[in-house]
């Protein structure tokens, strides 16, 4: 795994300096520890075959496959294209073997230089014909042309900034800001978008004029133009009927071809391992793959926690026993003030998902021993998973009821009488449940996974900011990727939606950043394209029955599963921060959200975030992902707009 940086102009006034490029650089360092290298050429305005653009282009290397081969750029025989490359190519060898057939010649034995020559053969349709996780960049000199890309689910990040007479790219947002110029403007729509998911959703990013590629999308540089395309879209509305002995053993082919090629690597590599279903499979196949004893051992990696609701220590030493894995655990108290600052700088943007605390942990933990891990990561969103797709079944049920007994069961008394039947946990949940079912399946799922609904979020911002938004619809992201499961039943399209907006903007930014900050590569086999078409493609009642999820999945590979695992409750990757906002962070909290430098920014009124803490802080209510959230956003602020050069 890598860090890629670059730029492209077409006017000399434009031009990426050797110094600037070497910054951009360095800062993602932690990425690709173990080389760097760089490539440049002038800008020819009047060159005698016509204006040529100029390029440069860094990359900083973690020696994966091919460690001690030649590093990057990576150039094809006569230079004419450039490469450089974040990922890595499981399918690469085939490809290899077929690019040699057709006379291609090669320098090196790992997964780069096969996408140079894939490239000359296939142009721009290059991108579909690889499996892996990638983002990167090619300089065509004979096409003067720069061509970004992107893996198909976005397992690897890649922002750009298209400016007059350039384009600027990165794996990093503090890449692109270490170029002079580059405007730090806060866009107050992915302010609104990340108060609603946690996260800023793709393709923007928290400055204006700087954007994100989407996964499964190239983008094409040329005489100072942009074209962005999508090469892979799996047709997410279309069903297919088939029996269920046939989908189990497909599923279970799949997932264990997708193990075997993500077991690649000419370095040590281990698995993250919950304890959980999908991670546990993952280390059963791992080995039964590898084999027994010497270097065939897994590795693998547990974190744990005193607070018994956090802590999923047990189930991961009984799975890491059943296969006799190499297993290392570490309990960690973790701190609040030690941490935050960290997860600040090196996630770029605001970002709220507070997991990314034991992600950041357990991936320092793993780097002590390997520099690859397999992840569970996927397996939730394509196999229906989360326990909250059941009250998308049971709203969609409720949905059919005649109008006046869906807005009895909405009315302040019904819940009222919840709560007091049905004590404090269970009666918040009902409220949740029962406020929205009067809006779109959409709108109300939206209302269950965000920080704050609509009408919470209208309600902090000041005026000024407000209209600054101009009428932007935070809920439009969530809306277009519902559309994509067309006429599927309720679950199956919010199952989906996660596919294509949670999980990359998310659960795939919390790992890849976490893990890149130890120089460690993160690999998902349930994410193989393969699997995912698969999987979308299953009817709803081969995954979830009477509000389990999994169905399939669990019987499919039962043999791997202990019958603890099997019947364990599911359980959040997190941390305390309801009491952590209470305690450790109860001064932070009230200077960073309360004080004078936050209200002069004016995007909330002070009273509105003023009542949230109180409450809060007096135990009164628990908001504490709404001010998780707060926090995170002004602690950014204060890190990437207020300090800046």
Known sequence: MCGITGAIWNSPSAALDAATLERMTALVAHRGPDDSGRYASDCRVNGAEGPMPGIALGHRRLSIID???????????????????????YNFRPLRERL?????????????????????????????????MFALAIWDS???????????????????????????FASELKCLLAVPGVSREVDPRAIDAYLAYQYVPHPQTIFRGISKLPPAHYAVWREGRLEVKRYWQPDLSRQIDRPWDDYAAELR????????????????????LSGGIDSSIVVGLMRRLCGD????????????????RYDETRWAREVAQRFGTDHHELRVEPRALDILPKLIWHYDEPFADSSAVPTWYVSELARREVKVVLTGDGGDELFAGYDRYRAVRLAARLDRLPRPVKRLLASASMQRLAKTCGGGRFGRRFERFAAVLGQTPVRRYLDWVGI????????????????????????EFLELAWQASGERDAVTAASLTDLTTYLPCDLLVKVDIASMAHGLECRQPFLDHRLVELAAAMPVRFKQRSGRGKRILRHAMADLLPASVQRRPKMGFGVPIEEWLREELREMVRDALLGPTAIARGYFRPNAVRRL?????????????????LLVLELWHRQWVDAAP
């Open 67 to 89: 460690p001690t081969g030649r590093g990057e750029p990576l150039a094809n025989e006569d230079g004419t294209v450039w490469l450089v490359f974040n990922g890595e190519i």
């Open 100 to 132: 040699i057939a057709a006379g291609h010649q090669f320098q090196t034995a790992g997964d780069a230089e096969t996408i140079i020559h894939l490239y000359e053969e296939e142009g721009e349709d290059f991108a579909r014909h690889l499996w892996g």
């Open 142 to 168: 004979r096409r003067r042309q720069l061509v970004l890309a992107r893996d198909r689910l976005g397992k690897k990040p890649l922002v750009y900034s298209l400016q007059p007479n350039r384009l600027l």
């Open 253 to 272: 082919e799949l997932l264990t071809d997708a193990v075997r090629l993500r077991l690649q690597s000419d370095v040590p590599l281990g698995a993250f």
């Open 293 to 308: 004893g010497g270097d065939g051992r897994v590795k693998t990696f547990s974190i744990g926690f005193s607070n018994p």
């Open 452 to 475: 704050f609904d609509d009408p919470s979020r209208h309600a902090l911002w000041s005026d000024d900011f407000k209209s600054r938004l101009n009428g932007f619809d935070a809920a």
């Open 613 to 629: 803490v109180d409450e809060h802080q007096s135990g009164q209510r628990n908001h504490a992902a709404q001010i998780w959230s």
